[in-house]
């Protein structure tokens, strides 16, 4: 079946340590998105990227890395300057950059920093 | 991209469709009108999207006004699984590669 993973599930680190949530589709997607939801919240867009090798800063990027090696993959890099890292996070992907917005989500991981 | 106005919440009996409204007054004419939903503790999944004319899809019918300012999702026969957060966003073609998503409407189907 066609569709985005991400793992883990759940993921819980200590403060002051990064941590790399996976995003993987098999879709042929060319375009990929990390959110990032706190509770009782909406989506807030952290990056994007169109095409591999190229990525953009969405609304809230600060504390955050990506990187966009290969066309299934877009890892996401919480890092120690993130102020307050602990939501769920949800990558998603959609066929054409710059095309309507029908996205397709993966399950997402929900951090929790200790 | 407008911004959209939907109410927080709404309850609809198992087996009646539901309504949910969603205001888009300041919409221009080249944004769309999406709608998706997020069942707890899961991603959002897309529902149906719609420009000026009414839409249809295995899932729902997207009512758009005349004027465009505003517009229904329609569940015909809501079950128990429909219960989500409904989000209304407008976007537009060669604008911002983000979707916004306000708050939404917590929709409750009740047996």
């Known amino acids: 079946d066609g569709g985005i993973t991400q793992s883990p599930k759940y993921l819980f680190r200590k403060e002051g340590q990064n941590v790399t949530l996976s995003c993987e589709q098999n879709l042929n997607h060319d375009a990929m998105y990390w959110y990032r939801q706190d509770p009782g919240q909406g989506l807030r867009l952290i990056y994007y990227s169109q095409i591999v090798n190229d990525f953009q800063k969405g609304d809230i990027a600060e504390g955050y890395s990506v990187s966009r090696e290969k066309k299934e993959s877009f890892p996401l890099t919480v890092t120690s300057a993130q102020k307050n890292p602990t939501a769920f996070y949800l990558c998603?992907?959609?066929?054409?950059?710059?095309?309507?917005?029908?996205?397709?989500f993966g399950p997402g991981t929900r951090l929790t920093v200790l | 991209d407008a911004k959209t106005t939907q109410p927080p919440s709404m309850d609809c009996a198992e087996g009646r469709a539901a309504n949910l409204p969603c205001n888009h007054s300041t919409i221009s004419g080249n944004e769309y009108v999406y709608w998706y939903r997020q069942i707890h503790s899961q991603g959002p999944q897309y529902i149906i999207h719609?420009?000026?004319n009414n839409e249809t899809n295995e899932m729902a019918s997207l009512i758009i006004t005349e004027d465009r300012k505003s517009s229904t999702l329609i569940l015909p026969h809501a079950t128990l699984r429909d219960t989500a957060v409904y989000y209304c966003i407008a976007w537009r073609i060669q604008g911002a590669q983000k979707l916004v998503f306000g708050q939404g409407t917590r929709l409750t189907i009740n047996p």
């Open positions: 719609g420009l000026k």
């Open positions: 998603a992907s959609s066929k054409i950059a710059g095309g309507p917005g029908e996205q397709f």
